[in-house]
Nanobody, 124 residues
Framework: QVQLVESGGGLVQPGGSLRLSCATSGFTLDDYSIGWFRQAPGEEREGVSC????????YYADSVKGRFSISGDNARNMVYLQMNSLKPEDTAVYYC?????????????????WGQGTQVTVSS
């Protein structure tokens, strides 16, 4: 059974940092690409970053480039999203998702499995 479980969200001040974790199980991480998405109230789900853990390739949305970093750990079946220089507009529920393909995309409809999400709030 495929499972993705996010953790690490919380309340942080503008300019602060958080590291989100995505624990995966039920599939071989090497065969999938993993994406991080976010959704703010009243807005559509937005792709943030994705990676093919097998070769370490990554892709970022322009809105987070230079501030966020995605990484994977095959041995632990984990994918991380390090978020630095956080802004109030980064506030959202963050989701990780898995796609049976090495092709990187930030289109939510291309992903097969989703976690339940973790809330990130950036506020002073």
């Amino acid at each position: 059974q495929v499972q993705l479980v996010e953790s690490g969200g919380g309340l942080v001040q503008p300019g602060g940092s958080l590291r989100l974790s995505c624990a995966t199980s039920g599939f071989t991480l090497d065969d999938y690409s993993i994406g991080w998405f976010r959704q703010a109230p009243g807005e559509e789900r937005e792709g943030v970053s994705c990676t093919s853990v097998s070769d370490g390739s990554t892709y970022y949305a322009d809105s987070v480039k230079g501030r966020f970093s995605i990484s994977g750990d095959n041995a632990r079946n984990m994918v991380y999203l390090q978020m630095n220089s956080l802004k109030p507009e980064d506030t959202a529920v963050y989701y990780c998702a898995a796609r049976l393909s090495w092709y990187l995309t930030l289109q939510p409809d291309e992903y097969d499995y989703w976690g339940q999400g973790t809330q990130v709030t950036v506020s002073s």
